[in-house]
């Protein structure tokens, strides 16, 4: 497929190369891409949309995310980094030279680059590290039709929209609200109204396999992250965590218990999630 895609740029067609685009998973072009000759992979990410080039990035190793962050232009480097999921981003700085890594953060918006540093900040393998701030935030005193507004203007870039979390003056945790919830609830009725307050989270330095255990025991799609002043960190959704708990399967399978736990997270994931996508942008409430 990648002839395919080669004979696609080839054309000039940015019409065609959508076309192409839209039929195909970002894990396939992911493949494609990196069977590319140097010219054809800057052409494809100069040409693609940010948020589609993105998450076809984010399927690639950080070696290979890099060298084409090198290769391009700066606007479409700029582009790229910020469109990237920011456990995706966490994971590329970890990955590369401090200086190289030093040198991409400049191309983050600001606040963007704030909230990277403090995930960069946890260790390998907590909650703090795997959390992303794709999530959809918002104020407790907003009113539900406020909320939708807000939502769709943000939704589209949020890794979760079946959730809305809470967050007080102080950026502290304050409840979740499902969709529904939301949905169905009069236009001037207050989040704090209806917000479940009574919150299932996991602290910034708990254990990955702590995290995987809360979110197979409670039935959850994803979990809050926050630090021990209930400010919130993020969000860790379960297909993000099957991938660190495989990882640690595979490595040591009787730590895991002959992997249920694993089974247990792949089988929310195929069967329980409608609302999870994989995305980028930064979405904490205004």
Same mark, same amino acid.
């Given at each position: 497929?990648?002839?395919?895609?080669?004979?696609?740029?080839?054309?000039?067609?940015?019409?065609?190369?959508?076309?192409?685009?839209?039929?195909?998973?970002?894990?396939?072009?992911?493949?494609?891409?990196?069977?590319?000759?140097?010219?054809?992979?800057?052409?494809?990410?100069?040409?693609?949309?940010?948020?589609?080039?993105?998450?076809?990035?984010?399927?690639?190793?950080?070696?290979?995310?890099?060298?084409?962050?090198?290769?391009?232009?700066?606007?479409?480097?700029?582009?790229?980094?910020?469109?990237?999921?920011?456990?995706?981003?966490?994971?590329?700085?970890?990955?590369?030279?401090?200086?190289?890594?030093?040198?991409?953060?400049?191309?983050?918006?600001?606040?963007? /680059?704030?909230?990277?540093?403090?995930?960069?900040? @946890?260790?390998?393998? $907590?909650? !703090?590290? =795997? *959390?992303? +701030?794709?999530? #959809?935030?918002?104020?407790?005193?907003?009113?539900?039709?406020?909320?939708?507004?807000?939502?769709?203007?943000?939704? /589209?870039?949020?890794?979760?929209?079946?959730?809305? @979390?809470?967050?007080? $003056?102080? !950026?502290? =945790? *304050?409840? +979740?609200?499902? #969709?529904?919830?939301?949905?169905?609830?009069?236009?001037?009725?207050?989040?704090?109204?209806?917000?479940?307050?009574?919150?299932?989270?996991?602290?910034?330095?708990?254990?990955?396999?702590?995290?995987?255990?809360?979110?197979?025991?409670?039935?959850?799609?994803?979990?809050?992250?926050?630090?021990?002043?209930?400010?919130?960190?993020?969000?860790?959704?379960?297909?993000?965590?099957?991938?660190?708990?495989?990882?640690?399967?595979?490595?040591?399978?009787?730590?895991?218990?002959?992997?249920?736990?694993?089974?247990?997270?792949?089988?929310?994931?195929?069967?329980?999630?409608?609302?999870?996508?994989?995305?980028?942008?930064?979405?904490?409430?205004?």
């Amino acid at each position: 497929m990648a002839k395919v895609l080669s004979k696609v740029l080839n054309s000039k067609s940015n019409f065609e190369l959508e076309m192409f685009v839209v039929k195909h998973q970002p894990y396939d072009l992911a493949e494609m891409v990196t069977a590319l000759d140097f010219k054809d992979r800057i052409y494809f990410f100069s040409n693609v949309a940010p948020e589609t080039g993105a998450e076809i990035m984010e399927n690639m190793e950080p070696e290979f995310q890099y060298r084409i962050l090198d290769d391009v232009k700066d606007h479409v480097k700029i582009s790229l980094l910020n469109h990237m999921s920011s456990d995706k981003v966490v994971d590329l700085f970890l990955a590369i030279h401090p200086y190289q890594a030093e040198i991409l953060m400049e191309y983050l918006q600001r606040d963007y /680059q704030d909230k990277i540093k403090i995930l960069m900040s @946890y260790e390998a393998n $907590t909650a !703090g590290s =795997l *959390a992303s +701030v794709n999530y #959809i935030g918002a104020r407790k005193h907003w009113t539900i039709e406020h909320t939708l507004e807000h939502v769709r203007k943000v939704g /589209q870039n949020a890794d979760l929209v079946s959730y809305i @979390y809470v967050i007080d $003056t102080h !950026g502290k =945790l *304050a409840g +979740v609200v499902s #969709i529904k919830e939301i949905i169905l609830a009069q236009p001037t009725v207050k989040l704090e109204e209806i917000a479940k307050k009574d919150i299932i989270s996991a602290l910034a330095e708990q254990h990955q396999e702590q995290v995987a255990d809360i979110l197979a025991r409670y039935d959850l799609v994803a979990i809050p992250v926050v630090d021990n002043t209930k400010r919130m960190i993020g969000i860790i959704n379960v297909d993000d965590l099957i991938d660190v708990i495989h990882e640690e399967a595979t490595e040591d399978i009787q730590k895991l218990g002959g992997s249920s736990l694993l089974r247990k997270l792949i089988s929310k994931t195929l069967f329980g999630i409608c609302f999870v996508k994989e995305s980028a942008g930064c979405l904490s409430c205004l």
